[in-house]
Nanobody, 125 residues
Framework: VQLQASGGGLVQAGGSLRLSCTASGSNLDDYAIGWFRQAPEKEREGVSCISRNDASQYYADPVKGRFLISKDIAKNTVYLQMNGLRPEDTAVYYC???????????????????WGQGTQVTVSS
């Protein structure tokens, strides 16, 4: 599967952005899809995940209540709606597909994962 992330940009604090992750070469719903981010000089962190058939979703504590992950099967696309953006949300955001197709499957040593290119999100104060 190939993943194409888009939707990043520059926004003021309190603003919103919607990231898109479009898959090609495979059915996106065969995988769990997650968003990770990495800010300069910080470790990469998981932000959100949606499992196959939307059976479960995960949000990291810093984004709970502000970010919403969703899926459009017809478009083979996963979205990350980001509201109430803060300067600390500034990072490169990556979408990732993995199997087994549930969110906690990312923690398995035997997982297979596929990364898209990142999209830059910059939040000004």
């Amino acid at each position: 599967v190939q993943l194409q992330a888009s939707g990043g940009g520059l926004v003021q604090a309190g603003g919103s952005l919607r990231l898109s992750c479009t898959a090609s070469g495979s059915n996106l719903d065969d995988y769990a899809i997650g968003w990770f981010r990495q800010a300069p000089e910080k470790e990469r962190e998981g932000v959100s995940c949606i499992s196959r058939n939307d059976a479960s979703q995960y949000y990291a504590d810093p984004v709970k209540g502000r970010f919403l992950i969703s899926k459009d099967i017809a478009k083979n696309t996963v979205y990350l709606q980001m509201n109430g953006l803060r300067p600390e949300d500034t990072a490169v955001y990556y979408c990732v597909a993995w199997s087994p197709a549930y969110c906690s499957g990312y923690n398995l040593p035997a997982r297979k994962d596929y990364w898209g290119q990142g999209t830059q999100v910059t939040v000004s104060s």
